[in-house]
């Protein structure tokens, strides 16, 4: 049994319909921040000194991370492309060129914790006799990617921001969690 | 991450980057399999089912079929 997870993580990011592209070898460690959407309530004083819960409906989450991209490559190395455009219009040929646009895309993110360090993608199968701790976050919003060069070296502030649920009523907030008796299964594409 | 086609129904792809990507054979199929490609790796997956040869055996009743002439007068 896993007493709690530290150092080592991997997380994937997929644009609708292409390829999961492992991102962790760009991340610093203890930039990583989930911020889950709160299911707050107001309440409501009654009459006769009870109280009345009023739900307010679950907010957004929002994942940052700080990361040190060199270019703005599709493949790992880059993610300007994805902010400023959608998955059909990447350049792929050198040299690279993206313009901003008003195209905005969806995307998976997986964040994956396990005992099993082998593994090299976030998506990826947990064999049994590993723990595991994965997030999938689906239909995502690549929200922010601000860069600085403020400490000498060029890093990029990135947000993702989800909605609970997409307009009719699905789930977009998924964990899984093996113990590791018994085998996580990689996950499917995201079309 | 390069992709080069092979054919309608194939596509090799090839991971000149540094960093891994997860590709899928059959995608959105109910035989969809994940294949993860660590840097340098490269492999064939099939972008969707090519049809099914259909066997040139002749079954035993068409190799046995006799020609007959039917004269139908009215």
């Known amino acids: 049994m896993v007493d709690a997870w530290s150092e080592w993580g991997l997380l994937a990011i997929t644009a609708k319909g292409q390829s999961d592209v492992e991102y962790s070898g760009r991340i610093v460690t203890d930039s990583l921040d989930i911020d889950t959407g709160d299911k707050d309530f107001d309440i409501i004083n009654l009459l006769n000194g009870g109280r009345l819960e009023k739900p307010t409906p679950e907010a957004e989450t929002v994942i940052t991370f700080d990361a040190y991209f060199p270019d703005i490559g599709t493949s790992g190395s880059g993610i300007l492309q994805l902010f400023h455009t959608t998955s059909s219009n990447w350049d792929t040929s050198q040299p690279l060129e993206i313009t901003n646009s008003r195209n905005r895309d969806q995307f998976r993110i ?23 701790l994965r997030l999938v976050i689906t239909d995502a919003r690549l929200i922010s990617a601000k860069m600085s060069f403020g400490d000498g070296i060029l890093k990029t502030t990135v947000k993702f921001k989800v909605a609970p649920f997409s307009r009719t009523g699905t789930a977009n907030i998924k964990w899984q969690s093996t113990d590791g008796t018994a ?9 | 991450m390069k992709v080069e086609v092979i054919d309608e129904y194939r596509q090799k792809i090839i991971n000149d980057g540094e960093d891994t990507i997860t590709v899928y054979d ?10 993860v490609l660590n840097p340098g790796d490269e492999a064939v997956i099939y972008i969707k089912k090519p049809p099914e040869k259909k066997s040139k055996k002749k079954t035993e009743k068409s190799e046995n079929r006799e020609e007959v002439d039917i004269n139908i007068s009215v």
């Open chain 1, 110 to 132: 997986a964040i994956l914790w396990t005992e099993d360090t082998s593994l090299t993608s976030a998506t990826a199968q947990v064999p049994a006799g590993s723990a595991a």
């Open chain 1, 183 to 191: 085998t996580l299964e990689a996950l499917s594409s995201y079309s």
């Open chain 2, 26 to 35: 059959l995608r959105g199929t109910p035989e969809e399999k994940q294949i």
